[in-house]
């Protein structure tokens, strides 16, 4: 399967603990995307990473919230001190960058099936 | 701020009347617009954007720069529409995408 994958599919976990995601991009994709998704909304950006730069970061993500590409392949967001907020969804998705005719771009994001976190 | 709207939760139609999903977004500049769908037990996928004008599954979407809209359309829907529909956009540099919250389309039969 050459597709977007996230390990774990699923996370219990207590308050306080910390916890490690990972994404597998799609192997040729340079641009890398987390997003948190709760009940009832849409995806909401987290980070993203050209290669290995992280690029931005929502200032939603707190202190305690870190994320990492250090080869530019594979990420891995990792929740210190989880709380009970913190229980979502977490998407990954991979995309490349091209070029259009007249100098634009665009991408098209490819997801992962997500890490569901539960803290209890 | 940037911010893209999804006024309906839930979207109900009976299979071959036509279906529209709204989706308004407020963004100072020219963002590019897209639409995701997630089936059920799937991932999220690309259905369309603006850019490539193109017809994906009989859904179509004219971006309105004027009322800011990019809403989703289809003639006739089928069942197999059914599906979360998500309107997103991101700004010129792609570094950071907007989702709205979401449309639930229940196609009857």
Known sequence: DTGVSQDPRHKITKRGQNVTFRCDPISEHNRLYWYRQTLGQGPEFL????????LEKSRLLSDRFSAERPKGSFSTLEIQRTEQGDSAMYLCASSPLFLLAGGS????????PGTRLTVL | AQRVTQPEKLLSVFKGAPVELKCNYSYSGSPELFWYVQYSRQRLQLLLRHISRESIKGFTADLNKGET?????????????????????????????????GTKLNVKP
């Open chain 1, 47 to 54: 980070t993203y990473f050209q290669n290995e730069a992280q």
């Open chain 1, 105 to 112: 771009s665009t991408d098209t994001q490819y997801f992962g």
């Open chain 2, 69 to 101: 809209s990019f809403h989703l359309k289809k003639p006739f829907a089928q069942e197999e529409d059914s599906a979360m529909y998500y309107c997103a956009l991101v700004g010129y540099n792609f570094n950071k995408f907007y989702f709205g919250s």
